[in-house]
Nanobody, 120 residues
Framework: QVQLVESGGGLVQPGGSLRLSCAAS????????MGWYRQAPGKQRELVVS???????NLADSVKGRFTISRDNAKNTRYLQMNNLKPEDAAVYSC??????????????WGQGTQVTVSS
């Protein structure tokens, strides 16, 4: 009922930048939370950054000062701008959205994930 499509991953050199996009579609009434998670091989998935409908942002300590999240409500799209990327940022990044459908039923949806590789 809700689809999240991510884009923007790829290979970048250390110090480089990438912008990930997460576009939501479907029978969406509202989105009150959207977060970007990442999981590297052999590690647990971690929340990188989140944004609530009220504008509250939460960033993992490891990305503060380098990553920012923004939104385009008209497009139901959230963006993750990643600057000064480090090798330890390499992971599969997935977006997660929580909200309510047009039917007012709650939903939680995940994107398919996009690979970010940081290497020289």
């Amino acid at each position: 009922q809700v689809q999240l499509v991510e884009s923007g991953g790829g290979l970048v050199q250390p110090g480089g930048s990438l912008r990930l996009s997460c576009a939501a579609s479907g029978s969406i009434f509202s989105i009150y939370f959207m977060g970007w998670y990442r999981q590297a091989p052999g590690k647990q998935r971690e929340l990188v950054v989140s944004l609530t409908s009220g504008g509250s942002t939460n960033l993992a300590d490891s990305v503060k000062g380098r990553f920012t999240i923004s939104r385009d409500n008209a497009k139901n799209t959230r963006y993750l701008q990643m600057n000064n990327l480090k090798p330890e940022d390499a992971a599969v990044y997935s977006c997660n959205a929580r909200g309510n459908l047009v039917s007012r039923q709650p939903f939680i949806s995940w994107g398919q994930g996009t690979q970010v590789t940081v290497s020289s």
